[in-house]
């Protein structure tokens, strides 16, 4: 797959001091779904800004399609962008907001309606060419920003929390039509979020990132089961997390011990070695209970602190390895249907189902 997008060595300041973004290094491949997540302040927007060309790198290289672009105005960069606030010219109607990026780029005007027809249909919102912003939802409105920045039919294009503004429900449904757009149209889409849901269920890729540097670059599903560090491990998806030392470690396993002074055996992440403070990170669906715990790499008995019912499934608040709210996640159904605050259960979980992080 060929590389469209690279950042080389980026760095950037806003105040000359503090770097907001520290040597980037990132490969983005032609017609993926990249997604950049992480928290508030960690450099997501600034990335952004200086791949479209509204911030200047202040060291480093981004290349698009092997040309360095760091001198390039964004109106150059046939590069598409969908920001939160829908900024749709207010006194324009959709045709007219639609075709205006296409008059910027001096299309002939006898290709403008086809093509302003082509991107409401991506969108599918044919019907509304005549209406005025003002006179559409909050979710129409961002699909009138979306067909907006694909009408010049850019090589990329990238959108920052595009959907922040919406309900949940509209959200999810946009998010399906996003997805559906880049299925339909092979286009590269880098996207912001700092909604992991979000970027678990849409992208191909992500980008995690956090104070400035990216922690992890994985598909959803290596972040879930394989993170790199303790910051991936924590901002994806559920943990629970027993901190300790290690005190061995062969063939990517490792024994920790923990501050109670039980060990446990984990996955060996990167950077771990023996002797280093560790914290073991276990996701409460993969601890089994009862009969399968028996004969784990871990196992030990707890006690049922207390006992949440969510229908689909059951979470249990257990007290073991010097933890009393060890959360496991057992189906509703046989033996977890059984179960009640008091009882002392086995818990398990294979050495391989939790990693030791640094
Ligand atoms: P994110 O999008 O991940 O929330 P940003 O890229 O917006 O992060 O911000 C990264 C850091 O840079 C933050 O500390 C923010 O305050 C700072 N920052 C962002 N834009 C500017 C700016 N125009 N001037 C000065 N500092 C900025
Ligand atoms: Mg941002």
């Given at each position: 797959?060929?590389t469209?997008?690279s950042?080389?060595?980026?760095?950037k300041?806003?105040?000359?001091?503090?770097?907001?973004?520290?040597?980037?290094?990132?490969?983005?491949?032609?017609?993926?779904?990249?997604?950049?997540?992480?928290?508030?302040?960690?450099?997501?927007?600034?990335?952004?800004?200086m791949?479209?060309?509204?911030?200047?790198?202040?060291?480093?290289?981004?290349?698009?399609?092997?040309?360095?672009?760091?001198?390039?105005?964004?109106?150059?960069?046939?590069?598409?962008?969908?920001?939160?606030?829908?900024?749709?010219?207010?006194?324009?109607?959709v045709?007219?907001?639609?075709?205006?990026?296409?008059?910027?780029?001096?299309?002939?005007?006898?290709?403008?309606?086809?093509?302003?027809?082509?991107?409401?249909?991506?969108?599918?919102?044919?019907?509304?060419?005549?209406?005025?912003?003002?006179?559409?939802?909050?979710?129409?409105?961002?699909?009138?920003?979306?067909?907006?920045?694909?009408?010049?039919?850019?090589?990329?294009?990238?959108?920052?929390?595009?959907?922040?503004?919406?309900?949940?429900?509209?959200?999810?449904?946009?998010?399906?039509?996003i997805?559906?757009?880049?299925?339909?149209?092979?286009?590269?889409?880098?996207y912001v979020?700092?909604?992991?849901?979000?970027?678990?269920t849409?992208?191909?890729?992500?980008?995690?990132?956090?104070?400035?540097?990216?922690?992890?670059?994985?598909?959803?599903?290596?972040?879930?089961?394989?993170?790199?560090?303790?910051?991936?491990?924590?901002?994806?998806?559920?943990?629970?997390?027993?901190?300790?030392?290690?005190?061995?470690i062969?063939?990517?396993?490792?024994?920790?011990?923990l501050?109670?002074?039980?060990?446990?055996?984990?996955?060996?992440?990167?950077?771990?070695?023996?002797g280093?403070?560790?914290?073991?990170?276990?996701?409460?669906?993969?601890v089994?209970i009862?009969?399968?715990?028996?004969?784990?790499?871990?196992?030990?008995s707890?006690r049922?602190?207390?006992l949440?019912?969510?229908?689909?499934?059951?979470?249990?608040?257990?007290?073991?390895?010097?933890n009393?709210?060890?959360?496991?996640k057992?189906?509703?159904?046989?033996?977890?249907?059984r179960?009640?605050?008091?009882d002392?259960?086995?818990?398990?979980?294979?050495?391989?189902?939790?990693?030791?992080?640094?």
């Amino acid at each position: 797959m060929s590389t469209i997008v690279s950042f080389k060595d980026v760095q950037k300041t806003y105040d000359g001091e503090i770097l907001v973004v520290k040597n980037l290094n990132l490969d983005i491949r032609e017609g993926e779904f990249l997604t950049m997540l992480g928290p508030s302040g960690s450099g997501k927007t600034t990335c952004l800004m200086m791949l479209a060309g509204f911030e200047t790198a202040t060291h480093g290289q981004i290349l698009l399609k092997g040309r360095e672009i760091n001198r390039i105005p964004p109106e150059k960069r046939n590069i598409g962008m969908v920001f939160q606030s829908y900024a749709l010219f207010p006194h324009m109607s959709v045709r007219e907001n639609l075709a205006f990026p296409l008059k910027v780029r001096r299309v002939p005007k006898s290709d403008i309606e086809a093509r302003v027809k082509k991107a409401l249909a991506m969108v599918t919102m044919e019907k509304f060419a005549d209406r005025m912003p003002g006179q559409l939802s909050g979710g129409q409105q961002q699909r009138i920003a979306v067909a907006r920045a694909l009408v010049f039919e850019p090589a990329l294009v990238l959108m920052d929390e595009p959907l922040g503004a919406l309900d949940k429900q509209l959200r999810e449904q946009m998010q399906y039509e996003i997805k559906r757009i880049h299925a339909q149209s092979g286009l590269t889409i880098v996207y912001v979020t700092h909604d992991q849901d979000e970027a678990m269920t849409m992208s191909d890729r992500i980008a995690v990132f956090n104070n400035g540097r990216i922690q992890q670059l994985a598909s959803p599903s290596s972040l879930y089961e394989q993170p790199d560090n303790a910051f991936v491990g924590r901002f994806i998806g559920e943990s629970n997390e027993l901190p300790g030392v290690v005190q061995s470690i062969e063939g990517g396993l490792c024994g920790v011990r923990l501050e109670s002074g039980i060990t446990v055996k984990a996955a060996a992440g990167t950077g771990v070695t023996a002797g280093s403070k560790t914290s073991v990170l276990m996701r409460p669906e993969k601890v089994l209970i009862g009969g399968a715990a028996e004969g784990c790499d871990n196992a030990f008995s707890g006690r049922v602190e207390d006992l949440i019912y969510y229908g689909d499934h059951l979470r249990l608040l257990c007290r073991i390895c010097g933890n009393d709210d060890f959360i496991v996640k057992v189906p509703n159904d046989g033996e977890g249907k059984r179960l009640q605050v008091g009882d002392v259960i086995n818990v398990g979980w294979r050495a391989e189902a939790c990693h030791a992080l640094q």
